[in-house]
């Protein structure tokens, strides 16, 4: 086999490779596209239907499904049992947001995110948190599965956390908790001014498919430049095989060249 086909097989087997490993690369991206429009879904038609009462929510296990819906709760926050959930972001704002228990009117103790508080730069997180309204309280607030992380994420050390994780949270408190947790958007009495109700995801395709068509397109050009630099070496091949041509003129002027010559 002559050094040109081997070089032609090489450069073909790599471009193969690269160009399956682009393809694969735009259809990961195609399936996210997929899963995110699946979530836009579920958030659409939650966000349509009524408040439904927590306990037709609340089960076992809260899904990816259940996230988002709105649920109503009726019950008595346990202001001993506060919990702080640090470095958060709402609108691309950085704060910090407080988790309480709220114990309802049938035994069961959900975990309530009351919020979002602005935190301005260089401004230390205060040591107390805002109480919650005392007596009987009613939430509003969107259903939302458990964050999972390493546990120095989860596991509350002095009553802080990063992520909301209701099997961790539950195993500092003295009663167990419902999985998952809810974002609350209306509590009734209302609570201080400075809680601000967590934003939705945004409602969009993201970038998904432009990155897919990327990934698409590098393997395109990978394809078409091997056809391109296969056909132009051939091109000179025969051009030096070729009496009288201006590439056989020239190799015959360079000492040692020749057809096979590089």
Request: net charge positive; no cysteine.
């Given at each position: 086999?002559?050094?040109?086909?081997?070089?032609?097989?090489?450069?073909?087997?790599?471009?193969?490779?690269?160009?399956?490993?682009?393809?694969?690369l735009?259809?990961?991206?195609?399936?996210?596209?997929?899963?995110?429009?699946?979530?836009?879904?579920v958030?659409?038609?939650?966000?349509?239907?009524?408040?439904?009462?927590?306990?037709?929510?609340?089960?076992?296990?809260?899904?990816?499904?259940?996230?988002?819906?709105?649920?109503?709760?009726?019950?008595?926050?346990?202001?001993?049992?506060?919990?702080?959930?640090?470095?958060?972001?709402?609108?691309?704002?950085?704060?910090y947001?407080?988790?309480?228990?709220?114990?309802?009117?049938?035994?069961?103790?959900?975990?309530?995110?009351?919020?979002?508080?602005?935190?301005?730069?260089?401004?230390?997180?205060p040591?107390?948190?805002?109480?919650p309204?005392?007596?009987?309280?009613?939430?509003?607030?969107?259903?939302?599965?458990?964050?999972?992380?390493?546990?120095?994420?989860?596991?509350?050390?002095?009553?802080?956390?990063?992520?909301?994780?209701?099997?961790?949270?539950?195993?500092?408190?003295?009663?167990?908790?419902?999985?998952?947790?809810?974002?609350?958007?209306?509590?009734?009495?209302p609570?201080?001014?400075?809680?601000q109700?967590?934003?939705?995801?945004?409602?969009?395709?993201?970038?998904?498919?432009?990155?897919a068509?990327?990934?698409?397109?590098?393997?395109?050009?990978?394809?078409?430049?091997?056809?391109?630099?296969?056909?132009?070496?051939?091109?000179e091949?025969?051009?030096?095989?070729?009496?009288?041509?201006?590439?056989?003129?020239?190799a015959?002027?360079?000492?040692?060249?020749?057809?096979?010559?590089?």
């Amino acid at each position: 086999m002559s050094r040109f086909w081997k070089r032609a097989i090489a450069l073909a087997v790599f471009v193969v490779v690269l160009g399956v490993a682009f393809v694969l690369l735009g259809q990961w991206q195609l399936d996210r596209l997929d899963q995110r429009r699946a979530k836009n879904d579920v958030i659409l038609q939650h966000e349509q239907s009524p408040p439904k009462p927590y306990d037709q929510v609340f089960g076992p296990v809260i899904t990816d499904a259940d996230q988002w819906q709105r649920v109503v709760l009726t019950g008595t926050f346990d202001a001993s049992q506060q919990f702080q959930v640090r470095y958060r972001y709402n609108n691309s704002r950085p704060g910090y947001e407080v988790v309480t228990p709220l114990r309802t009117t049938r035994g069961d103790v959900v975990l309530v995110d009351r919020g979002f508080i602005d935190l301005p730069s260089g401004q230390q997180i205060p040591d107390v948190l805002p109480p919650p309204p005392p007596g009987e309280v009613t939430v509003v607030g969107h259903v939302r599965r458990n964050e999972n992380g390493k546990p120095q994420a989860i596991n509350p050390v002095n009553n802080q956390v990063r992520l909301i994780n209701a099997p961790a949270i539950s195993a500092v408190l003295p009663y167990p908790v419902m999985d998952g947790w809810v974002a609350a958007l209306e509590v009734t009495p209302p609570q201080q001014p400075q809680f601000q109700t967590l934003a939705l995801p945004e409602i969009s395709d993201g970038p998904h498919f432009w990155y897919a068509m990327q990934w698409f397109l590098f393997a395109l050009i990978g394809v078409t430049g091997l056809v391109v630099f296969v056909r132009s070496d051939i091109r000179e091949r025969r051009a030096r095989r070729t009496p009288g041509s201006p590439v056989t003129a020239s190799a015959a002027r360079t000492p040692g060249a020749g057809p096979d010559t590089p």
